[in-house]
């Protein structure tokens, strides 16, 4: 059965970094594309980055470009969203999920249940 | 970048069908996918690639697109589709994803 599980979430002060992961199985995950969605609370979703299959294209949404930093290591299937100088606006419940395809997929077909990532003093 | 707007809320009678619209430059270039998101649940994908439908959807969830808008129609609508819908596609540069304002749909 396919699965992604996210952790390490938590509070954290303005400013500082938090390092999200998220670990996958049932599926060969060196062969697909993967992605951070956001979403704050009551609010929509919001993409937050996209990672190709093999590591080698990264794409980022405007408001985390520069902060944020996608990654994964294929060999323990496992996504990583480092997040630096964070902001009371990042604030959130992080999903990953897994593109339909190696990158740029129509569609995100497995998702996580979320770590919620709360920035405050 | 670009946006993709959804009307806020539409009500349903239980049975009856519903079209929930998704307008944005970028669906002219780009197909539009939808998730269906529960209270406190992560979203499903429940139409890709304008109008394919995953394994394990129902085939009351159906989609279309014309120029710059795409639709989710649900035929039949059951109680246990009251959620909040989501429109998703790629941005007007191709390399970004943008997500839709979001549709409340309740079923009466």
């Known amino acids: 059965q396919v699965h992604l599980v996210e952790s390490g979430g938590g509070v954290v002060q303005p400013g500082r970094p938090l390092r999200l992961s998220c670990a996958a199985s049932g599926f060969d995950f060196n062969n697909f594309g993967m992605h951070w969605v956001r979403q704050a609370p009551g609010k929509g979703l919001e993409w937050v980055a996209a990672i190709s299959n093999d590591a080698h294209n990264k794409y980022y949404g405007d408001s985390v470009k520069g902060r944020f930093t996608i990654s994964r290591d294929n060999s323990r299937n496992t996504l990583y969203l480092q997040m630096n100088s964070l902001r009371p606006e990042d604030t959130a419940i992080y999903y990953c999920?897994?593109?339909?395809?190696?990158?740029?997929?129509?569609?995100?077909?497995?998702w996580g249940h979320g770590t919620m990532v709360i920035v405050s003093s | 970048s670009s946006e993709l707007t959804q009307d806020p809320a539409v009500s349903v009678a239980l049975g009856q069908t519903v079209r929930i619209t998704c307008q944005g430059d970028s669906l002219r270039s780009f197909y539009a996918s939808w998730y269906q998101q529960k209270p406190r649940q992560a979203p499903v994908v429940v139409i890709y690639a304008k109008d394919k439908r995953p394994a394990g959807i129902s085939d009351r969830f159906s989609g279309s697109s014309s120029g710059n808008t795409a639709s989710l129609t649900i035929t039949g609508a059951q109680a246990e589709d009251e959620a909040d819908y989501f429109c998703n596609s790629r941005d007007s540069s191709g390399y970004h994803y943008v997500f839709g304002t979001g549709t409340k749909v309740t079923v009466l």
């Open positions: 999920a897994k593109d339909l395809l190696r990158f740029l997929g129509p569609a995100f077909d497995v």
